[in-house]
């Protein structure tokens, strides 16, 4: 089993920046992939970016893409969304997954993703 922890989200104003953290403990020798996905209020949970956890391979939604920015910690087993000229549009919860499957790497399906986070909350105003 593995275990995620998100911390960072908050209330910023457009344009703002923030550092979303997600702390992964347990069997994180199974981890093949993570990647974080947001939920918005009365929407589906999307996409947002994706990493090969071996070699830091990262993909993106075009939706955040030049704007967010995700890296890791391999050392520490955490994961990293550095959010940069956040838009309103860009207010949701935020959920980092892992994949154990090699098949899940790169997927942009949350179905792929075995263990989740519990979410955390970014609130832009405009």
């Known amino acids: 089993q593995v275990q995620l922890v998100e911390s960072g989200g908050g209330l910023v104003q457009a344009g703002a920046s923030l550092r979303l953290s997600c702390a992964a403990s347990?069997?994180?020798?199974?981890?093949?992939?993570m990647g974080w996905f947001r939920q918005a209020p009365g929407k589906e949970r999307e996409f947002v970016s994706t990493?090969?956890?071996?070699?830091?391979?990262?993909l993106y939604a075009d939706s955040v893409k030049g704007r967010f920015s995700t890296s890791r910690d391999k050392a520490e087993n955490t994961l990293y969304l550095q959010m940069n000229s956040l838009k309103p549009e860009d207010t949701a919860v935020y959920y980092c997954?892992?994949?154990?499957?090699?098949?899940?790497?790169?997927?942009?399906?949350?179905?792929?993703?075995?263990?989740w986070g519990q979410g955390t909350r970014v609130t832009v105003s405009s």
């Open positions: 997954a892992a994949t154990r499957s090699a098949r899940g790497i790169f997927s942009f399906r949350a179905g792929m993703y075995d263990y």
């Open positions: 990493m090969r956890w071996n070699d830091g391979a990262t």
């Open positions: 347990g069997s994180t020798f199974s981890i093949y992939g």
